[in-house]
């Protein structure tokens, strides 16, 4: 037996013997609390078994009528309908007085709630005194990491059975919200793919669909724009509602690295994080490191891969919560592997092959299983929770430090606020968050006197001295990425992106204010400032057998675009949805682009009163996707033949011929490579092929230089932006095998001749693109390509850019 397993053995006996006598009477109530496998009829963690999410949500309900430690609620509903679900477990005691122990919450979040600045901290102490902490466990966002929501049952049981004094502990002093899947629909689309294929050589396989209908793996990128139902369920309701000091993140990462991640972080971290929150990440994982590695845990690392630069994933650390994300080595699904010690690779920050300060000890490889998953999730869970019991107070201590320092008075060296004009999507996401700001309709600055009117009904304040200010600084200024060199001088990649500046994404223009001065506040004149590209859309006829307008190519190969793309397309800020369908590789290779329609033009109000109905050809969307894996798809013999191979030559042909005969075709990002390359067009990418040590712009945001002439720039500012990431940037050439005259290419949109490209973020190589083309329009027989070098709907949140996709969809 390895002696990680006999640990677990005599924990699990000392957990049974122990509470026979030091609580005979609560041990015997809590006897009946049914196990995960009285319910799903397997213990969480074997081999080859996945719980469905009726199975999950059956658990819980049964745990919920057995036990008084558990309150099970549905909070919401997903995406797709599903229960969007919580439980609150403590002790019987505090969960009689839930709602005083959020109410304690809520004024140490706010201190200016606890009256005047001279008693706050005699009231604070009081409140740290009978408060508990609240820990906020997180499973399953990404739905492939199966191991996360099936712990969620196990730490569930334990808390709600077992009666060991260190679990008497936690429940006294801790309140946990346990959310078993923030992902609901991703459970089922996962369990019922694996269920399909197992025995089949494409056992362990990723599914060949996203596994959150529109974002996939980016339902982790949404904590500042809030544009998903999951999401914003999260945030109104938990959050929002218990501000917990921790929030422990379960994740699962790649099979060849470390066994388990945990904080610190990596450098950057981004400077609105308050440093409470960095020492609070950095005392609790390095906590977390040392007492796994002490219970034999192999493989462990910190301050590595992961960085703290984008609230897009972390939200809490700008609300008063340290998180903590915890990534365990991933088998294949739930089937186990077999990892040889030569084949672990290093990420950024360590070598598994070598002990570190920040990695260790070696895990010399072997098998890795779903059960060996399950325990380092559930281990590190639960000292996690015992870390917050026993700190309680030091928890409460530093919430309560944060809150604080956030709601006193600016100095005169300090930055006092930003005042902008704010659209309804600007004020929803604030909102959301819980900003404060105030409507301005006349103020008096640096000598000058402004009154709002006409195209700006009101301007905005927001001001720093409130518990989230930090939150919106993050949002509204812009990022300077730092210049991060390994020994080499080769750039150390960001784990996800560089900017987050919702100001320039949203098209809103905020300026910091750096002391106070006269204004004059009140209602705004006109509430209604629309978001950018919410203007005439388009929509299928009433006629159920016409087909959607816009057709957007699906990948068997799931695309992250594609369902971002799908949700703009549908989105609920537009002022009609737009009628679409998708298209994959088999229905396009036989010929099903080549339909005409008959669509609806409709506003918010209605039908035009010029036309009720018109006949336009498709458009048809491919969002972006590296070029290759949309002509070749998966690999033969990677997965079941019926969806291997991508477009091919007979894919190619069809798109030609379709847009020969009038239809448009619109490529977003990496996807307009495929038509340069496919369709022979007299365009280049001038960055292909250069190292990052020449030319690197890792998800930034860029100044793009419009025509505002062409139809596609119609209503756009002269100057606006282009979310750059893996990016091509073209430029025309005189090709002689191409079928297209240098001639039939338009450039609407270039990056400037004249200024620095970059906007926000991180941009090495800045010179190469000066001038050069970002969109460009090229006529083929009756139709045309549209190609955008960058993406315009990124990720839901770059509402500048939406004008340009949409005016794209509108015929020539």
């Known amino acids: 037996m390895r002696p990680r397993t006999l640990a677990l053995v005599c924990l699990a006996l000392i957990a049974i013997a122990i509470p026979f006598v030091a609580h ?20 969480p963690g074997d081999d080859r078994k996945l719980a469905s999410w009726d199975q999950v949500i059956e658990y819980f309900k049964r745990l919920d009528q057995a036990s008084d430690r558990v309150v099970f609620q549905e909070l919401g509903k997903s995406t797709m309908g599903k229960p969007f679900v919580m439980a609150t477990i403590s002790s019987p005691a505090n969960l009689a007085r839930l709602d005083e122990y959020r109410k304690i919450q809520e004024q140490l979040a706010d201190p200016r709630k606890l009256g005047a600045p001279t008693v706050r901290d005699k009231k604070a102490a009081e409140f740290i005194a009978r408060g508990k902490t609240i820990v906020l466990i997180t499973c399953g966002i990404h739905s492939t990491e199966v191991g996360s929501y099936l712990s969620s049952m196990l730490i569930a049981h334990r808390l709600a059975s077992s009666n060991d004094p260190e679990i008497q502990n936690i429940l006294d002093n801790t309140i946990i919200l346990l959310v078993p899947s923030l992902n609901p629909d991703g459970v089922d689309i ?143 699904i739930a089937s186990p592997i077999n990892v040889k010690f030569d084949d672990l690779t290093s990420r950024e920050g360590y070598d598994p092959k070598k002990e570190s300060a920040n990695f260790g000890p070696l895990w010399r490889g072997g098998e890795w299983k779903l059960r060996d998953i399950t325990n380092t999730m559930t281990t590190c869970a639960f000292l996690l929770l015992k870390n917050a019991a026993e700190e309680r107070e030091k928890w409460l201590r530093r919430f309560y430090a944060i809150g604080r320092e956030a709601v006193r008075p600016r100095r005169k060296d300090e930055l006092f606020g930003f005042i902008g004009g704010a659209n309804v999507c600007t004020r929803e996401t604030l909102q959301r968050a819980e900003v404060e700001f105030e409507y301005i309709h006349q103020y008096k600055l640096n000598g000058r006197t402004h009154v709002n009117g006409g195209n700006s009904p009101f301007t905005m304040l ?28 080769h750039p150390i990649a960001p784990y996800d992106v560089t900017a987050h500046t919702l100001s320039l994404l949203y098209a809103e223009e905020f300026k910091p204010v750096l002391a106070p001065f006269k204004y004059v506040s009140g209602d705004p ?16 006829s009433a006629d159920p057998q016409s087909l959607p307008r816009v057709l957007v190519y699906k990948s068997h190969v799931p695309a992250i675009d594609e369902g971002w793309t799908r949700w703009w397309l549908g989105s609920s800020r537009r002022k009609a949805a737009i009628g679409t369908a998708t298209l994959q590789d088999v229905d396009i290779r036989q010929g099903k682009l080549l339909t005409m329609e008959t669509i609806s033009v ?211």
């Open 462 to 489: 927001i001001k720093m001295s409130q518990p989230y200010g930090g939150f919106a600084k993050a949002l509204l200024e812009k990022q300077s990425y730092p210049n991060l060199r390994d020994a080499s001088g």
């Open 190 to 332: 996962v369990k019922n793919w694996y269920d399909k294929t197992l025995g089949t050589p494409y056992e362990g396989t990723d599914p060949p669909e996203l596994y959150h209908k529109y974002t996939g793996h980016d339902d982790n990128r949404d904590w500042y724009a809030f544009t998903q139902v999951e999401t914003q369920i999260t945030v109104d309701k938990i959050h929002n509602v218990w501000h917990p000091q921790i929030v422990h993140d379960i994740h699962q990462q790649g099979s060849f690295g470390s066994r388990l991640f945990l904080p610190p972080y990596m450098q950057p971290v981004e400077p609105n994080v308050p440093k409470q929150i960095v020492e609070g990440y950095t005392e609790l994982g390095n906590y977390l490191a040392k007492e796994m590695r002490a219970k034999d845990f192999q493989g462990v690392t910190t301050n590595s891969t992961y960085d703290a630069w984008s609230p897009s994933r972390a939200y809490s650390h700008y609300h008063g919560g340290v998180r903590i994300l915890s990534e365990t080595a991933s088998a294949r």
């Open 24 to 43: 005979p009477s609560t041990y015997a109530e809590q006897s009946a609390i049914p196990s995960p496998a009285d319910v799903l009829g397997f213990t």
């Open 525 to 540: 004149l006109d509430p209604e400032v629309p978001c950018p590209g919410t203007g005439l859309t388009l929509i299928p």
């Open 602 to 812: 409709v506003t918010k109000t209605g039908p035009l009163s010029f036309a009720s109905s018109i006949q336009l050809a498709h458009t048809l969307i491919i969002p972006d996707q590296p070029s290759r894996t949309i002509l070749i798809g998966y690999r033969s013999g990677t997965m079941p033949p019926e969806i291997t191979g991508g477009l091919g030559d007979e894919g190619v042909r069809a798109i030609r011929t379709f847009v020969e005969n009038g239809g448009t075709l619109i490529c977003l990002n990496r996807a307009s490579e495929f038509a340069i390359e496919q369709f022979k067009l007299p365009l280049r990418n001038v960055v292909a092929g250069l190292p990052r040590t020449q030319f690197y712009v890792p998800g930034s945001i860029l100044r793009l230089e419009l025509d505002t002439t062409h139809p596609i720039a119609k209503g756009m500012p002269k100057e606006s932006i282009a979310w750059a990431e893996e990016s091509p940037v073209f430029e025309i050439v005189n090709n002689p095998n191409s079928s297209v005259p240098a001639t039939n290419v338009k450039t609407i949109g270039w990056y400037p001749r004249d200024k620095d490209p970059l906007l926000s973020g991180w941009l090495l190589g800045g010179e190469r693109i000066k001038g050069k083309a970002a969109l460009v329009e090229v006529t083929m027989g009756k139709g045309r390509i549209i190609l955008f070098g960058f993406r315009p709907q990124y990720r839901g949140q770059s509402l500048a850019t939406y004008p340009l996709l949409l005016n794209s969809l509108t015929p020539k």
